[in-house]
């Protein structure tokens, strides 16, 4: 079985369904780190990082501009 130190998903503006749907369904089952890239408008605010924590019960972070993973 292949190991991995971290899972990274890239979405567009567009790609909240899909991400709702991945979360809902990998929730607690995987182990490793997740990190989100999305394409989002500047204005949009917490919204992204409120939507992602209703459909997860993984611990749901969002970084400061430039943080450090």
Do not use: W
């Amino acid at each position: 079985m292949i190991s991995y130190d971290i899972v990274v998903i890239g979405a567009s503006a567009g790609g909240l369904f899909a991400l709702e749907e991945l979360l809902g369904v990998i929730r607690d089952k995987i182990k490793v780190p997740i990190v989100i890239v999305q394409h989002i408008s500047a204005d949009s605010g917490d919204s992204l990082l409120k939507i992602v924590k209703n459909f997860s019960t993984i611990r749901v972070v969002e970084p400061i501009d430039k943080e450090s993973i």
